[in-house]
């Protein structure tokens, strides 16, 4: 053993594609490598891969979501992880899980404007949130789960952390998203608690109507046919192809529209309140006017 000891102090060899260099020349090579990368010269034709800010909550207390979102045997990540208020009533800090410049694993099968699972271009915040406190709610329609409030706590590092990612990465008003806004029908999260409009009154990030615009548009006829609600979410961002029938797909994403939208009733029924809203957004964040406006589309 000391023979072998001295051995490996004495030489300080290395293997290298099959040579044996020596560790100052290995030391040399990789500072002559280092200047082959000038960076002198920037160009100013780039922007962030990032395009869409997911907010979920994790439906576990603190413990559980870390051990979720670090452990490898659950495959599953954030970006970031904001404790509960308990939590941060002991340590008022944001948990960065994964660089942003690196892909976390929280959106999973999800669509967004265009985009197919969205890991690789968005950033991905877990809120410790229980949802609904109860399994066997699952099953339950939306409407009916006894869901957990935020804490005001969490919900100010919530904003002034989304407020910072949009403002560094240019993300526009509509990708900023839910869950289940990505992934309807099969994501619930951050639920109809989650409080939207205070995120866009109180921090200037995401996407809501004006109360002016709603009111408008309540005057319009209700449209009820499925294809027109399916071409007025898909050109908000929603994964609604045009089948033309009310099928389950379809009110899965009326629901997690309402859920974050009009969240007093996410029932997945297109009823006129609903329509206003979409119609308002769209007008404001696409501009696209109801067809039967004097003018049509622009």
């Known amino acids: 053993m000391a023979n072998r000891r001295q051995f490996l102090c004495r030489t300080g060899m290395i293997a290298a594609g099959g040579a044996l260099l020596a560790a100052p020349a290995v030391r040399a ?15 100013a034709n780039q922007d962030s891969r990032v395009r869409t800010l997911v907010l979920h ?22 970006h970031y992880l904001v404790p509960d208020a308990a939590t941060l009533a002991a340590k008022p800090a944001v948990l960065r899980l994964v660089p942003e410049k690196r892909r976390a694993w929280h959106a999973g099968d999800s669509y967004w404007r265009g985009e197919r699972y969205v890991n690789g271009s968005s950033i991905g915040v877990e809120i410790v949130n229980r ?11 939306p409407t009916l789960r006894d869901w957990v409030a935020f804490d005001d706590a969490q919900i100010a590092l919530v904003g002034r952390l989304a407020a910072d990612i949009v403002a560094r990465h240019r993300i526009p008003p509509r990708n900023v998203v839910g869950h289940a806004d990505i992934s309807p029908g099969r994501k619930v999260d951050p639920g109809p608690k989650f409080p939207w409009e205070r995120l866009y009154r109180e921090f200037g990030v995401g996407a809501w109507p004006d109360d002016g615009d709603v009111r408008r548009f309540l005057s319009r006829r209700l449209p009820t046919d499925a294809s027109d609600w399916q071409r007025r979410l898909e050109a908000y961002g929603y994964d609604a192809p045009e089948s033309g029938a009310w099928d389950a797909e379809t009110r899965a994403v ?8 009009r969240p007093a009733r996410c029932d997945g029924e297109p009823d006129a309140e609903s329509s206003a809203i979409l119609d308002a957004l769209l007008s404001k964040y696409a501009g696209r006017v109801p067809e039967d406006e004097e003018g049509g589309h622009p």
């Open 29 to 43: 090579q990789r500072e002559t490598m280092a200047l082959w990368i000038d960076e002198s010269h920037a160009s």
């Open 57 to 78: 909550y994790t439906a576990e207390d603190f413990a559980a979501s870390l051990k979720l979102l670090t452990d490898a045997q659950y495959r599953a990540s954030a």
């Open 131 to 141: 949802g609904y406190p109860s399994p066997q709610q699952d099953d339950w329609p």
């Open 254 to 261: 009326v629901t997690a529209f309402q859920m974050h939208f």
